[in-house]
């Protein structure tokens, strides 16, 4: 049961049965994150915050988002996505709210995951280790190791190439002339 299209209108679900055979060709299912990722190259990162926050979905497919939407959520968030959606992708969606229960939010789909690295985590005999040498400490954050690791070895750890060394064999300031000045 629908209660409002963007823009508006009032609308009501369609039998699965009375559909149309394109449609049911184009019925190919789209992610939040997909959706999330139009919004990032759109960088409108307050519909981003409010998708990742609000959007609970219930249908996810091309041209088609069925969505709950979480306390909090702003009236205009079903409108300003079909807006963002028809501009990144040339066609027209239709972005209602519906009555029936929808699936996580990124935000809570990305907080039941740092949860469970958080268990994980503290399972480990090092981390049970640690937490017991230090009473009252608990783990604050967790990153991946590829997020804190450089992208390669920095260019000043690069060793010389053998044309551009130089080869000092004795004291510089020995020399009679260290410039090559006289003749």
């Not at 679900?13 to 994150?33: D, N």
């Not at 915050?49 to 702003?74: C, H, K, M």
């Not at 551009?164 to 260290?178: C, E, R, S, T, Y």
């Amino acid at each position: 049961p629908l209660r409002a299209v963007a823009g508006g209108a009032v609308a009501a679900a369609a039998p699965r049965a009375e559909r149309a055979p394109a449609a049911q060709a184009e019925a190919v299912v789209v992610s939040l994150e997909d959706i999330a990722a139009m919004v990032v190259g759109e960088r409108d990162i307050k519909l981003l915050d409010e998708i990742e926050r609000f959007l609970s979905p219930v249908t996810l497919r091309v041209g088609l988002i069925e969505f709950t939407p979480r306390p909090g959520a702003p009236a205009d968030l079903a409108g300003r996505l079909a807006q963002m959606l028809h501009r990144v992708t040339g066609r027209r969606w239709s972005v209602a709210v519906s009555d029936a229960a929808g699936g996580q939010t990124l935000a809570e789909r990305r907080a039941e995951e740092e949860a469970g690295m958080m268990a994980e985590a503290a399972r480990h005999p090092l981390v049970m280790a640690a937490l017991a040498a230090f009473p009252g400490a608990k783990i604050g954050a967790m990153r991946p190791l590829s997020a804190l690791a450089p992208a390669g070895e920095p260019d000043y750890l690069a060793p010389v190439p053998e044309d551009d060394a130089v080869d000092i064999d004795g004291d510089i300031l020995d020399a009679d002339d260290p410039f090559g000045e006289e003749g």
